[in-house]
């Protein structure tokens, strides 16, 4: 992998690769999704030149697992595009961890989100907010309309946009 990609060498290919391991079972797992992950290395990389990614990068592999996509080969490739996308829209405003924050925060919520919102919306919204409020603001919302549990002015709010029906 270190030969078709030069940019990320053969010991971080290594440490990435004990990181995958843990979070898709065995080796052998881990071995097969190593190619998609350098290349989503170096976007990241090249969102935060000369700056090192490793720990941002572990966090990120970290947010795939919490997400729930590491066991499901196509919908994780489908997930290294849209993340690579967003890292290279947003560039260093951006952060691989902000990703693992959203998920990690987002709790009971992040399961639930579609992958286009994942994609697509998440991102602008992390990168205004910061991944943790961003994570926090998706539980609050998902327990508002899930469990019905939130504050009176919440309640107010959502009364005086149409959210919720006066009975």
Do not use: C
Request: net charge positive; glycine share 8%; aromatic share 8%.
């Amino acid at each position: 992998i270190s030969a078709k990609i030069p940019s990320v060498s053969q010991t971080t290919i290594m440490h990435m690769l004990r990181n995958a391991r843990t979070i898709t079972g065995s080796f052998e797992e881990a071995a097969h999704i190593m190619e998609p992950l350098a290349r989503l290395r170096v976007v990241a990389q090249g969102a935060r030149p000369g700056q090192d990614v490793a720990e941002d990068f572990d966090k990120l592999i970290k947010a795939l697992e919490i997400k729930g996509v590491t066991q499901n080969p196509k919908e994780f490739h489908k997930y290294i595009d849209g993340i690579a996308k967003g890292l290279n829209m947003y560039g260093d405003t951006l952060k691989p961890y902000q990703y693992y924050e959203m998920f990690k925060y987002g709790r009971q919520a992040t399961p639930m989100l579609s992958e286009e919102f994942i994609l697509s919306t998440a991102p602008a919204l992390a990168q205004e907010l910061g991944g943790s409020s961003y994570g926090k603001a998706v539980s609050a919302f998902n327990s508002a309309l899930v469990n019905n549990v939130m504050k009176h002015s919440a309640l107010k709010d959502f009364r005086s946009l149409g959210l919720i029906a006066e009975n």
